[in-house]
């Protein structure tokens, strides 16, 4: 089947609004925290509701796919995430909220690698690297809905209605952008009734490096706004710009990093993103200057932009393995990192400090490079 320009961008249209989705949770963290009246430990306990929900969606999404195919799922779980967006601040209770984060984090993991399959297949079809500007878009949607999110807080937008207004635009794109995508088959799965397995050897490698770099990734994205507002005395408005930064500078990397990944093997490549992302999350933690700690988070989103592009591209064409087995099985494990992960910054928040918690990136990001050997280069 020959891949066209428009299948292409109705790819990268899907990975801008789950990017976009987030980002508007990530603004909104300080919102919920103080709507539910909650502290970092209970705020904790929230992302980790997610991060369940998330683990019991992976053990379904290879099988769903596989029935369905990529282009169904995306539309139906991609339209659901964004839905979900707007009860954040609706629920009458913080166990409710914890409930409809469960299904959110659901219905995001499905979503993720039902996109990611498509950008595999794409990928393999057109015989040249597309993983990594996929994942710029992601990218780019998080910066531009952290840039959009900051303006309406600054502009007094009501919390709510900047909710209502994500969802309903975010579902539309995603539901319209899916009628272009591959087609069932080319996406289904013949072993689609097969259940979820644990991944093993390169998969289980592939998978445990993925996590050490979500692990990070998810710990900015949960709690860089955060960061400069409650430990360098930012307002909320200009706090959302630690995200924005973080976000564009890893968009523009990505849109880079096809060309990088052409040009360096993956060892290489991998190892010199993570030391850059140890060193600017220890600028961001060491200065008490709140431009110089976004300059760290720019820094922070240039090292890991092409770590999971790398991962996921290698865990589609591990031989023997069918692309979305390999993808579900590798995101099952980097998912562990990157639902676990913000949790456990709470948790270390609440009896330490934030900025105490935050070192786990830096321990994370050195011990991606130390491990970036094992990656094989083929």
């Known amino acids: 089947m020959e891949i066209s320009n428009r299948m292409r961008w109705a790819a990268r249209a899907q990975f801008f609004c789950s990017g976009f989705v987030f980002a508007t949770w990530g603004v909104h963290i300080p ?19 997610a991060g369940v929900g998330a683990l019991v969606g992976l053990t379904q999404a290879s099988r769903w796919i596989g029935r369905a195919g990529a282009r169904r799922t995306a539309a139906v779980c991609g339209a659901t995430y964004a839905l979900l967006l707007a009860g954040l601040l609706a629920m009458p209770t913080f166990t409710a909220l914890l409930g409809l984060l469960a299904v959110f984090g659901i219905v995001t993991s499905v979503f993720d690698v039902a996109i990611n399959a498509e950008a595999a297949q794409l990928e393999l079809r057109c015989g040249q690297p597309l993983m990594s500007g996929m994942h710029g878009m992601f990218s780019l949607g998080g910066m531009v809905g952290a840039v959009t999110g900051g303006a309406a807080l600054a ?59 979500l692990i990070a990734e ?79 988070f720019a820094g ?39 639902m676990a992960g913000p949790p456990v910054i709470g948790f270390l928040a609440q009896v330490s400090s934030l900025t105490h918690a935050l070192y786990l990136v830096v321990a994370f990001a050195a011990a991606l490079a130390l491990s970036a050997r094992h990656v094989d280069p083929a």
Do not use: C
């Not at 925290?33 to 909650?38: D, I, L």
């Not at 005395?233 to 523009?252: K, V």
């Not at 790398?310 to 590798?330: D, K, M, N, Q």
């Open 155 to 213: 502009a007094g937008l009501r919390p709510q209605f900047h909710l209502l207004l994500v969802s309903g635009a975010m579902a539309l794109t995603v539901v319209v952008a899916a009628r272009s995508m591959l087609p069932r088959e080319a996406t289904a799965s013949a072993s689609a009734d097969h259940g979820f397995r644990l991944p093993r050897g390169a998969l289980a490698l592939l998978g445990l490096l993925a996590a050490l770099g």
């Open 31 to 49: 919102t919920v925290k103080a709507h539910y009246g909650v502290d970092e430990a209970e705020l904790g306990l929230a992302m980790l509701a």
């Open 300 to 338: 922070v989103g240039v090292g890991f932009a092409n770590v999971v592009p790398i991962l996921f591209a290698a865990s589609a064409r591990v031989p023997g393995v069918e692309p979305t087995r390999g993808i579900a099985g590798v995101s099952a494990l980097a998912y562990l990192g990157f």
């Open 218 to 296: 998810g710990a900015i994205y949960d709690w860089s706004v955060l960061y400069l507002q409650q430990e360098l005395g930012s307002p909320q408005q200009q706090a959302a710009l630690a995200y924005a930064s973080f976000s564009a500078a890893m968009a523009l990397a990505r849109f880079g990093g096809d060309a990088l990944r052409a040009r360096f093997a993956p060892p290489v490549l991998l190892r010199a993103s993570a030391l850059l992302a140890a060193g600017s999350m220890a600028l961001v933690l060491l200065t008490d200057r709140p431009w110089l700690a976004l300059v760290g």
